[in-house]
């Protein structure tokens, strides 16, 4: 049975229920954000999906994955400046 290594704890994490989630402090760091700034997506249902397993939260990887590309966008175009020519 192969395990994973937690970033935030160090501590080993089976592969085998938990591989497909990601914790709320792993997804912060991974993102380069604070838990706050997760948990203020959350209220506004703004940020990615998660689920409530007693007082932790966890993501869906895939989730996570799904709501980044959501996010791109390409770059708007400029109007421009004055009337018709």
């Known amino acids: 049975m192969q395990e994973l290594i937690g970033a ?12 497909g989630w990601i914790s709320r402090t792993e997804l912060a760091h ?6 706050d700034t997760l948990r203020r997506w ?3 249902r703004s ?5 409530r397993a007693g007082r932790k939260i966890y ?12 996010q791109e966008t390409s770059a708007p175009r400029r ?3 004055g009337g018709r020519r």
Do not use: F, H, N
């Open 47 to 51: 940020g990615p999906p998660c689920i």
């Open 79 to 81: 109007k421009r400046a």
């Open 42 to 44: 959350d209220v506004a």
């Open 30 to 35: 991974q993102l380069g954000v604070s838990e």
């Open 8 to 19: 935030s704890t160090g501590k080993p994490i089976p592969s085998t229920l938990m591989s």
């Open 59 to 70: 993501y869906r990887r895939s989730a996570v994955l799904d709501w980044l590309e959501e």
